[in-house]
């Protein structure tokens, strides 16, 4: 495997070439676990599918001269819609791991969302990156631990915290499995180091009626009252990450979550979950027009974003491209990826007669009528 570069490489032309590079970069087993999804990787598929449709029809004559990809975002004024998804163990990719994606998303003027198990700490994280970052929780089994990583977070200067509710428990991914990958000792959770730790439910401890997933994996899963406690519990805007069904984005939106993640988690929880490209346009019509809402599974090119946006996203999220960016070429991978991505956003924008992230919401109406046919 090669040490990441510290130029970009030849052979570069869109952001989706980092994922072919990467494999020169990232060791096999650990590029299985990144790249793979959940058990037959049917959600993982489908989140690709989903962007091959619908297409884009373009309009002629649109003066796009003063074009741009401004907006914002509860609040955050953004100068484009691409944020860095939470990725968990950046070490796997890169030495320096998240430090390196948070100077990234600095100079790009990108929002980080630092992982809850990353593996630099959030405040190393925090130092790195720019004014506006965003620290990803995953409750604890014990509240005092969950509270002291909000409590952390806010000190270190995060501007939101997100919320990932889909993967309480998750189901493995098959190929690294196979193929014998272990989390190395250096890609460990440092925001967890120093924690008393959390005493998972011995299998020999459950009774013959009892199940290793409910009354073990899920014991200390979070419920409805345990948001209720983090929104009560802290001074920063919540987002909730993992949302595909538009009831629960109502039930969320209504109890004050300020902005709401459509995501399966990239495939790598519920394998059978739609693409969150599929299930926009009704969460969408449920949560009304100004209610802030991002997707992430599946993007790979501005062409994605697009339709991401005419389908009803406020702002996307970028997952796995992040890592292997980071893997080819560090900080300057990352940014570079993120350069190529608003550039083909733009492109796609100007082609398409779109001058502002508002006219391609214009267009996306009609796109959801359309998209109401779709299982
Ligand atoms: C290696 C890896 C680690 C991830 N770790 C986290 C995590 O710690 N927290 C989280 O909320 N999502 C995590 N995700 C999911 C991403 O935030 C995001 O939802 C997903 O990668 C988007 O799909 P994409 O990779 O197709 O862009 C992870 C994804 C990958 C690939």
């Known amino acids: 495997m090669n040490p990441a570069l510290n130029h970009i490489p030849p052979g570069i032309f869109c952001a989706q070439d980092y994922e072919r590079l990467a494999a020169d970069f990232i060791p096999h087993p650990a590029l299985l676990y990144i790249a793979g999804g959940s058990a037959r990787e049917t959600t993982l598929r489908a989140n690709l599918d989903a962007f091959e449709n619908p297409c884009i029809r373009p309009r002629l004559l649109r003066d796009v001269s003063a074009g741009h990809t401004r907006l914002s975002l509860f609040g955050r004024a953004l100068l484009h819609p691409v944020l860095l998804a939470p990725v968990a163990f950046q070490t796997l990719a890169h030495p320096l791991g998240e430090t390196e994606t948070a100077r990234a998303a600095a100079a790009m003027d990108t929002v980080m969302t630092c992982s809850t198990l990353s593996s630099r700490t959030l405040e190393d994280v925090a130092r790195a990156a720019g004014t506006e970052k965003w620290f990803q929780l995953y409750f604890q089994p014990a509240r005092a631990v969950t509270l002291d990583l909000i409590h952390r977070a806010e000190a270190a200067g995060y501007t939101a915290l997100v919320v990932t509710l889909d993967a309480s428990i998750r189901s493995p991914g098959l ?8 989390m190395p000792d250096d890609a460990q959770a440092a925001n967890l180091v120093g924690y008393p730790a959390a005493k998972p439910v011995q299998r020999e401890t459950l009774t013959a009626e009892q199940s ?10 979070p419920h409805w009252d345990d948001l209720a406690w983090v929104l009560a519990n802290t001074r920063l805007p919540v987002l909730v990450k993992g949302v595909l069904r538009a009831d629960d984005a109502l039930a969320l939106a209504r109890m004050g979550v300020t902005a709401l993640v459509v995501s399966n988690h990239g495939g790598r929880t519920l394998d059978g979950a739609p693409a969150s490209l599929a299930v926009l346009p009704e969460i969408r019509a449920a949560v ?14 501005g062409a ?50 779109c001058a502002t992230l508002a006219e391609i919401r214009e267009i996306s109406i009609r796109w959801r009528e359309a998209a109401k046919a779709v299982p």
């Open 175 to 182: 190929a690294s499995l196979r193929a014998g990958f272990q």
């Open 212 to 221: 290793a997933i409910f009354q073990g994996g899920m014991a200390h899963a």
């Open 288 to 301: 009304g027009e100004d209610y802030p809402l991002l997707l992430d599974s599946g993007i790979r090119s």
């Open 304 to 353: 994605d974003i697009f339709r991401a946006l005419a389908l009803g996203a406020d702002a996307v999220m970028i997952g796995r491209l992040q890592v292997y960016a980071l893997s080819v070429a560090g900080a300057l991978g990352v940014a570079h990826m993120l350069k190529l991505l608003r550039e083909e956003l733009e492109l796609c924008m100007a082609q398409a007669g």
